[in-house]
């Protein structure tokens, strides 16, 4: 379960409630991400992490309770706030979310181009800044985002979203797809880009070994609820069998626990 918000909290879920029809994906959902923690969402398929994630960044409205972002109940947000809220934060899609005509340059600078007046060579410049900083060539920036392997396109998304220098990163299965080489990669550029700007960072991930060596707590999501919050070594011996059997494998021994 959750604990009470506190004046240092970033992100607060009070009595949220998700219904599409008659399905309940959450049902009085309680969550508070502290400010420069990184907060990972775990779960089962359909266990609503991913709906959890696109109400954070005021993609969905729930149903039902408040949400509050900066210590702003975001229902009294009008299109302005909401749009200075939007830059306070940047996004990794789960698939990168990268646009495939524009190159990988164009791509880290479109949010620069569009809530910024700086000038083209300027923000070419940053871009490049930003691709150097995850770890690509300098010729990553020229090519389209479908000439890059899965590792490269996954540093090519988390450029972009720290393309605004953002208080709020949103990661979004960083490391889906990747091969275990590529995988722990990305979780080190996660520990360097937090250790150099100090964001608070939000993650869902299905990956075990990211969630025990990147995240300093993790929120277990299950039926409509968070099932627990702590730190992997306490979820691992969690006392409900449901939490547990999640970072555990057949004989009870925790998972990928970090060395």
Known sequence: MSEPGHGDDV???????????????HDRLDLCVRRGEILG?????????SVLLREMILLQRPSAGVIRLFGQPTHQLDAAATQAMRQ??????QRGGLFGALTVRENVGLPLREHSRLDAPLIDEIAEWKLALTGLAPDAGLKLPGELSGGMLKRAALARALALDPELLFLDEPTSGLDPASSAGVNELILKTHALYGPTVVIVSHDIELLWQVCDRVAVLGEGRVLALAPMAELAHDAQATVRAYFTDRRGTPRAAAA
């Open 11 to 25: 992100i607060e879920m009070a009595q949220v409630s998700t219904r599409f029809g008659d399905h309940v994906v």
């Open 88 to 93: 306070r934060w940047g996004v990794m899609f």
């Open 41 to 49: 969402l775990a779960g089962g398929s359909g266990s609503g992490k």
